[in-house]
């Protein structure tokens, strides 16, 4: 059964620093694409950053380039995102999810390409 399981939000000041975790376990980490994405209240979600396990080509959103870097650990099979410079409209509940087909990820993943997601972890940014 795959099972993706979020970690290390909480609360922090605006310019601080926060680690997302995101562990998987149900099925190997060999070919597939791991996504962040958020959702603010009463907005949609949207796609943060991604990462191909295989090549570790990465995408972002651009509100984000700059601060935010996706990494993964294949021993721990772990996604990582290190978010840097947090803003207040950074705030949201912070999900991972699995690409449904394939490992591409080349820009900021759309919420439809992906499945096996995640309880949410939030993330409050205070001004």
């Known amino acids: 059964q795959v099972q993706l399981v979020e970690s290390g939000g909480g609360l922090v000041q605006h310019g601080g620093s926060l680690r997302l975790s995101c562990a998987v376990s149900?099925?190997?980490?060999?070919?597939?694409?791991i996504g962040w994405f958020r959702q603010a209240p009463g907005k949609e979600r949207e796609g943060v950053s991604c990462?191909?396990?295989?090549?570790?080509?990465?995408g972002y959103l651009d509100s984000v380039k700059g601060r935010f870097t996706i990494s993964k650990d294949n021993s721990r099979k772990t996604i990582y995102l290190q978010m840097t410079d947090l803003k207040p409209e950074d705030s949201a509940t912070y999900y991972c999810?699995?690409?449904?087909?394939?490992?591409?990820?080349?820009?900021?993943?759309?919420?439809?390409?992906?499945?096996?997601w995640g309880q949410g972890t939030q993330v409050t940014v205070s001004s």
């Open positions: 999810a699995k690409r449904r087909a394939g490992g591409w990820c080349r820009s900021a993943p759309t919420e439809d390409d992906y499945h096996f």
């Open positions: 149900g099925l190997p980490l060999d070919y597939y694409a």
């Open positions: 990462i191909s396990t295989r090549d570790g080509h990465t």
